[in-house]
């Protein structure tokens, strides 16, 4: 298995601009999660879904950005307009919510730079 | 989810054990304990689980008090490629909950030869 995969790797963007970062679940996986890590706050739940229904969104800074599963198998988080301390290493994980303890696996994350 | 408490760094000599401390006193009943690691620019990696019994797997080793208000993760020969944040994480693990977390600063763990 090729593990969480998320893409872009880099993405340097100019304020004002629209983000939109990719993730791809493990095959057979139904939760899926966007984190945020940067050196002043850490590590960051954004958002969940569960079998694709949004779970708990309220890690969400702000109406900027919006995170959809638009299938099973992918999700994306898309920022509108991208502003300078949106800069930070955006994670997606997945999990399988059938065994007893939901390990996340995480994807190499996507560093993100707002100019 | 409870709140944990972990010491912000600590050194270990490579080849010797490495014990990481995780406070937990708020914990509840339903909840297990988890370890995750950062190696640097990757993202992080589940190590091992616990409710509480003690637990090991091919990485470590989970100590959980009986009380359960806290634990130790023991890397038994550390290696200069454990060095890392080590999140210590306490969370209800049942379905409809999904396996949301909540990390906090974790322990850097720095190998030293």
């Known amino acids: 298995d090729a593990g969480v995969i998320q893409s872009p790797r880099h993405e340097v963007t100019e304020m004002g601009q629209e983000v939109t970062l990719r993730c791809k679940l493990i095959s057979g996986h139904n939760s899926l999660f966007w984190y945020r890590q940067t050196m002043m706050r850490g590590l960051e739940l954004l958002i969940y879904f569960n079998n694709n229904v949004p779970i708990d969104d309220s890690g969400m800074p702000e109406d900027r950005f919006s995170a959809k599963m638009p299938n099973a198998s992918f999700s994306t988080l898309k920022i509108q307009p991208s502003e300078p301390r949106d800069s930070a290493v955006y994670f997606c994980a997945s999990s399988f919510t059938g065994t007893a303890y939901n390990e996340q696996f995480f994807g190499p994350g996507t560093r993100l730079t707002v100019l | 989810d409870a709140k944990t408490t972990q010491p912000p760094s600590m050194d270990c000599a490579e080849g010797r054990a490495a014990n990481l401390p995780c406070n937990h006193s708020t914990i509840s009943g339903n909840e297990y304990v988890y370890w995750y690691r950062q190696i640097h620019s990757q993202g992080p990696q589940y190590i091992i689980h616990g409710l509480k019994n003690n637990e090991t797997n091919e990485m470590a080793s989970l100590i959980i008090t009986e009380d359960r208000k806290s634990s130790t993760l023991i890397l038994p020969h550390a290696t200069l490629r454990d060095t890392a944040v080590y999140y210590c994480?306490?969370?209800?693990?049942?379905?409809?909950?999904?396996?949301?977390?909540?990390f906090g600063d974790g322990t850097t763990l720095t190998v030293k030869p």
């Open positions: 994480i306490v969370r209800v693990a049942v379905k409809v909950n999904a396996g949301k977390s909540t």
